[in-house]
């Protein structure tokens, strides 16, 4: 992590202790797997241990409004993540990351750090999008039936949270990844067959 001279987190300047000349590994536990953006050299099936996969992010914007929130996923401290790894080529780093905080950082609610993850060939060390706990958007202390009625509820420019949620349990299975905690969400909010009102 790095600070402004006033001690506020600066996270609109990306700033990770890369190496030049390099290439870049990123990690996706998200809309990252299935739609990364950005170009890349190979993709690999990865785990990231020390965090999971959870929603535990308000979104007043694409899935809320600030009066109803809705909630997107975020990587939260325990357990362990499987997702996909990218590997950018050197000459693409500079050009992906920018995008990359284009595209995450656009409230600063992620942490972007640089962890050990495990692919099938062995360790890598990634950039991995983790959940700032101490942002305003971060709500890792609601309970399972909270967490439910506000996915079940939200509704934001890129449409209904339930969608989020069911789109994104429907990629996971058709990447093979399993997640338990993820499925048994989308089972339940999905007994209601709209958003109530």
Known sequence: MWWMADGHHDWKTPNLPLVPGEPLWVFGYGSLMWNPGFPHLERQPAVLHGYHRRFCVLSHRYRGTPERPGLVLGL?????????????????????????????????????????????????TACCFLADRRHRQYCGALDHDQTVAMIRTGIGRSGPNRDYLLNTVEHLRELGIRDGALFALAKKVAEVTEPVA
Do not use: N
């Open 76 to 124: 939260d401290r325990g357990g362990s993540c499987r997702g996909i790894a990218f590997k950018v080529a050197p000459e693409h780093v500079p050009e992906v990351v920018a995008y990359l905080w284009d595209r995450e950082m656009v409230t600063g609610v992620y942490r972007p750090s640089l962890k050990q993850i495990r692919l099938p060939s062995g360790p890598v």
